[in-house]
C-alpha cells in the first residue's frame, strides 16, 4: 500500500532535548516536505527536498533541521525543542505534479 | 506574493443542508487550485483540483469551480453528511512548480445528525 509513514504519532518531550520525528515513503517520490499546523494558521512549510541531498528552507525553518540522505526517508530534526515548537507535524511526499500524499501526523508537545 | 484565504470556521451544518466553503485566491499567471480534506486523526488527502479557468473539479459530491474573474475556487456540497465533517483546505500551486503550494488557514466542518 502506497503510504507516507511518520513517527512517532505523539510526543512530549522537555526543553532542549534533541528529538527527530521520521518520515518514510514507499512511492519512489522524489519530493518530500515537512510542515507543521497550528490552529488558524494552516500549514506551514518548514522545509522541503526535491531528491536526495537536496533541501532547502520553507516559510519557517527556524529551529529545525532535516537531512535527505536516501529517497524514502526525511527525518525532521529539533536539535533544542522549544515550547513554540508544540504543534502538529505532517511529512509529505509527491512526483511530479501529482497531488501530495501526507503522513498522519505528529503531535508534539515541548514542556 | 501569491495567497490563498477562506472563511473562517467552524461551520456548523445540519445533515442534508446545503454546504459552500469560499476560497479565493491572489497569484500571478495561472496557478492550479486544489481543496485537501483532513479528517480527524488523519493526514490530508486530495478532495479535487482544477488546472485552468472554468474547469470543474469534482469528487464524492463536493464540487468547486476555477473562476478566474472573480479568483476564486468555491467548495460545494449539495446534502452533507455527519461523515463529511472535517477540515478543508484551499490551496494553489505556485506557477513554474511542480511541488509548491501555499495554503488557505482550513475551514473546520462539523455537520450534526
Known amino acids: 500500500e502506497a503510504q507516507v509513514t511518520q513517527n512517532p504519532r505523539y510526543l512530549i518531550t522537555v526543553t532542549g532535548k534533541k528529538l527527530t520525528v521520521t518520515c518514510s515513503q514507499n512511492m519512489n517520490h522524489e519530493y518530500m516536505s515537512w510542515y507543521r499546523q497550528d490552529p488558524g494558521l494552516g500549514l506551514r512549510q518548514i522545509y522541503y527536498s526535491m531528491n536526495v541531498e537536496v533541501t532547502d528552507k520553507g516559510d519557517v525553518p527556524e529551529g529545525y533541521k532535516v537531512s535527505r540522505k536516501e529517497k524514502r526517508n526525511f527525518p525532521l530534526i529539533l536539535e533544542s525543542p522549544s515550547p513554540n515548537q508544540t504543534s502538529l507535524y505532517f511529512c509529505?511526499?509527491?512526483?511530479?505534479?501529482?497531488?501530495?500524499?501526507f503522513g498522519n501526523g505528529t503531535r508534539l508537545t515541548v514542556t | 506574493g501569491d495567497s490563498v484565504t477562506q472563511m473562517e470556521g467552524p461551520v456548523t451544518l445540519s445533515e442534508e443542508a446545503f454546504l459552500t466553503i469560499n476560497c479565493t485566491y491572489t497569484?500571478?499567471?495561472?496557478?492550479?487550485l486544489f481543496w485537501y480534506v483532513q479528517y480527524p486523526g488523519e493526514g490530508l488527502q486530495l478532495l479535487l483540483k482544477a488546472t485552468k479557468a472554468d474547469d470543474k473539479g469534482s469528487n464524492k459530491g463536493f464540487e468547486a469551480t476555477y473562476r478566474k474573474e472573480t479568483t476564486s475556487f468555491h467548495l460545494e456540497k449539495g446534502s452533507v453528511q455527519v461523515s463529511d465533517s472535517a477540515v478543508y483546505f484551499c490551496a494553489l500551486r505556485v506557477m513554474d512548480s511542480n511541488y509548491q503550494l501555499i495554503w488557505g488557514a482550513g475551514t473546520k466542518l462539523i455537520i450534526k445528525p
Open positions: 497569484a500571478t499567471g495561472y496557478p492550479s
Open positions: 509529505a511526499s509527491s512526483v511530479n505534479n501529482s497531488p501530495l500524499h
